[in-house]
């Protein structure tokens, strides 16, 4: 059947689902195509449903080191996965469930279940139908990849999608890939008593940061017991019995790692490679990514992009500020931009990385004349009361109009403190504005005027 709407929107992850009810608000006829489970990758396989497990794994920790703090538990701690996987399904169910009745109950909404392809400029056919719009909205996210030699002599892998199935615990869980999905995966089943051994390819793990960082994030999982092997060409990965067996070529360390279970985790791919976009004319880059401008508008006048799907960041908030940013320049003729984005991320293993603008890597790349402060979480009050003292937290400036340049804080709460200075950030504002408040004593954040206190040049 054909059918005109006002705007299409395909793809209900963390843009299309708002930006339809906002266009749907502002009195527009939405048309809303969701091929998979409603809520996309954060709700369903990524963000909710991990950190939803990464809870459980701090709670299996505590119980672990109960004993620390004068807790008495008597027995060994055992983990019942069943109930782990139950409660991770609950939380991600509610979510998944709360975006589909939204989408399902939008006034002027018509919700569409299949795989949208482009037709033509403004035109989708979703299963048997036909849909014409003026404005299309692409929110399709992307997959894990997997790359040619897993696929191999049937292989058994594992991603972050097949994770979600597991309710028992891997004997020995072999990770490749050592950035985000792979980090967070591999100290959770640690924690639940896997044994856990993360293959990186590159010098070190997380390598777009700082090597401080890599090298404090490496401490955390080792000193869990988790076997870390960076300088890792994966050269042949078989099956070895019911398990696994992947051959690495490494500085040091066994050539052949076995496991019961592997995951990959090695980045990911936008969902663009099915979607009839030369039909409409819409163009992407090498890798697979549309091509959007600063105001995420297509080569396709007709047609934007949001989300992972468009290259210009690959998280939960930065989709999300590509709605708002497509629906302000939209209804209200903002002229908001992408590029006006500060980089701001956390890695969720325990403790966190926050994160926000340059590295200091960068900062020297660029050339920038800076200072850098850098303090241990060992020296922040709250972390040693806690006794969560792993990490540190570093900053730097530039020197010559006192702007915050970016910060990492690895140490417990610094996924939330960095925030302070993200702020400071978007706000414009000298590091001297945040050295010179009094903040709550005792918090992480506190430390944070202390820590510009001791700024030094940066070499
Ligand atoms: C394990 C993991 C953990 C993560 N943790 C975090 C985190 O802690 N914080 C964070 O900020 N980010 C995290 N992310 C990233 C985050 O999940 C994504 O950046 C976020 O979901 C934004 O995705 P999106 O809006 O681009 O689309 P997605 O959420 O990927 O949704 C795209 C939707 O489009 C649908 N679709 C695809 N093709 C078609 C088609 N042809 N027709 C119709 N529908 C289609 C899909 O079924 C899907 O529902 C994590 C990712 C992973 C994998």
């Known amino acids: ?75 060994p701690v055992r983990m019942d996965m069943k109930r782990v996987k139950a409660r991770k399904d609950e939380v991600s169910g509610k979510s998944n469930k709360g975006v589909e009745k939204w989408m399902r109950t939008l006034a002027n909404g018509t919700v569409y279940q299949g795989h949208a392809r482009f037709v033509g400029k403004k035109a989708v056919s979703v299963n048997d139908d036909l ?54 995966f591999g100290q959770m089943y640690r924690r639940f008593g896997s044994q856990v051994t993360i293959i990186e390819m590159a010098p070190r ?41 992947v051959n690495v070529r490494c500085t040091s360390g066994s050539p052949k790692v076995l496991g019961s279970h592997l995951l990959l985790a090695v980045g990911r791919v936008p969902n663009t490679d099915d979607l009839g976009l030369e039909a409409a004319g819409i163009e992407t880059d090498q890798r697979g990514y549309i091509v959007v401008d600063e105001q995420l508008r297509t080569s396709n006048p007709n047609a934007w992009a949001l989300g992972d799907c468009n290259g210009k960041g690959a998280f939960t908030h930065t989709s999300y500020n590509d709605y708002e940013i497509v629906a302000d320049n939209l209804l209200n003729n903002a002229g908001r931009k992408w590029t006006d984005r500060i980089t701001a991320y956390a890695l969720f293993i325990d403790p966190p990385l926050g994160r926000v ?37 570093k900053v730097v400036v530039d020197s010559g109009n006192k702007r915050i340049l970016g910060a990492s804080i690895l140490g417990t709460s610094g996924d939330e403190a960095v925030h302070s200075l993200l702020d400071a950030m978007y706000a414009g504002l000298p590091y001297t504005a945040v050295q010179r408040g009094v903040r709550i004593h005792p918090t992480v954040s506190e430390l944070i005027p202390t820590l510009l206190g001791d700024l030094q040049p940066l070499r």
């Open 1 to 75: 059947m054909n059918s005109s709407y006002d705007a299409i929107v395909i793809g209900t992850g963390q843009a299309g689902p708002s930006l339809a009810a906002r266009l749907s608000g502002a009195g527009m006829s939405v048309a809303v195509i969701e091929l998979g489970k409603f809520g996309g990758t954060c709700v369903n396989n990524g963000c909710i449903p991990t950190k939803t497990l990464v809870a459980s794994a701090y709670a299996a920790r505590l119980a672990q080191r109960a004993g620390e703090y004068g807790v008495e538990i008597g027995e």
């Open 131 to 184: 849909l014409i719009a003026d404005r299309i909205f692409i929110n399709v996210g992307g997959r894990p990849l997997v790359p040619e030699w897993a696929t191999v002599d049937s292989l058994p892998y594992l991603t972050n999608v097949s994770m979600m199935d597991v309710d028992f615990l891997p004997e020995h869980l072999i990770v490749i890939g050592g950035s985000y999905v792979g980090l967070e």
């Open 205 to 245: 793990l997380i390598a777009r940061e700082d090597e401080d960082v890599s090298q404090g994030v490496q401490a955390v999982l080792e000193q869990e017991g988790i076997e870390v092997r960076h300088d890792a060409e994966c050269f042949s990965v078989s099956k070895e019995g019911s398990g696994v067996a």
């Open 357 to 393: 603008g340059m590295t200091e890597a960068e900062v020297k790349r660029a050339g920038i004349q800076a200072l850098v402060a850098k303090r241990p979480m060992t020296r922040v009050a709250r972390a040693v009361e806690k006794g969560e003292t792993q990490g540190f937290m």
